[in-house]
């Protein structure tokens, strides 16, 4: 990775790539989010948690494949259009990277490393007078979102710890041979703990502002054995 500060002199001829590639770095099967993206993401991919040394001890993620590190929404071959109506911020905002400028808070990096850069194919970043582009415009927000999603997670994991909204997720997968294969490692949020929740807790959580992802989170475990389906089917094709 080679990051440097984002401006429109040193980069103006820099084109961006949109498009996914497995050998980008996308073929993933679980990239992170934070609850602010829960709305947008429980239509699609569960949200789950993995221990994590930040954050309050969890980081929220959202799961893009179960069976291995697979990312099962690029298609077969990787060279489809994403198959979502969303695409993860965590996956939208590359390749730019939240950068530190003194004491006058976060700046745009962008990795010159990326292969998704060139000067000669996909959308510029910057208009001919220097404004950002539409596609730069819209990375730059993403990565806004995200930055500051960050910046109120631990408050949001202290409250599900608080509660103890967390257990591990149990889930065994039959295979094509019959055997049996245990999916560990992630949390999920205990939903009879949510529901005995006194109403006193309740209004605090929705006072805080995290009821709403909290229900978000709850909602999108419906999404896992649709992803399930998913992957199995790939598998077979």
């Known amino acids: 990775m080679r990051a440097a500060l984002l ?3 040193s980069h103006r001829n820099l084109r961006l790539q949109t498009r996914l590639n497995p050998a980008w770095g996308d073929a993933v099967s679980a990239v992170p989010t934070v609850p602010a993206e829960f709305k947008r993401l429980q239509a699609h991919f ?25 990312n099962s929404f690029l298609g077969l071959s990787g060279a489809e ?8 911020w965590a996956l939208e905002r590359q390749p730019l990277l939240v950068g530190r400028d003194g004491d006058q808070g976060w700046v745009v990096h962008i990795d010159l490393d990326s292969p998704r850069l060139s000067e000669s194919q996909g959308e510029p970043l910057f208009l001919p007078n220097g404004g950002q582009s539409p596609v730069l415009e ?6 806004q979102a995200l930055h500051e999603g960050m910046q109120g997670l631990p408050d949001f994991m202290g409250a599900l710890l608080q509660y103890q909204l967390l257990e591990p997720m149990s889930l065994d997968i039959e295979q094509a041979d019959g055997s049996m294969r245990r999916i560990s490692g992630y949390y999920v949020i205990d939903e009879e703990r949510l529901e005995a929740l006194p109403g006193s807790a ?12 909290i229900a978000m989170a709850v909602a999108s475990l419906s999404r896992i054995p649709v992803l399930l ?3 199995q089917r790939l598998a077979q094709a």
């Open 138 to 143: 819209r990375r730059v927000a993403v990565l």
């Open 46 to 70: 569960p949200v789950v948690f993995q221990q994590s040394s930040q954050a309050g001890g969890f980081q929220p993620v959202a799961l893009l494949g179960l069976l291995g590190e697979c």
């Open 7 to 9: 401006d429109n002199v």
């Open 81 to 88: 259009p994403w198959q979502a109506d969303h695409l993860p």
């Open 202 to 213: 309740v209004a605090a959580l929705h006072e805080a502002g995290h009821w709403f992802p």
């Open 229 to 231: 389906a998913r992957e």
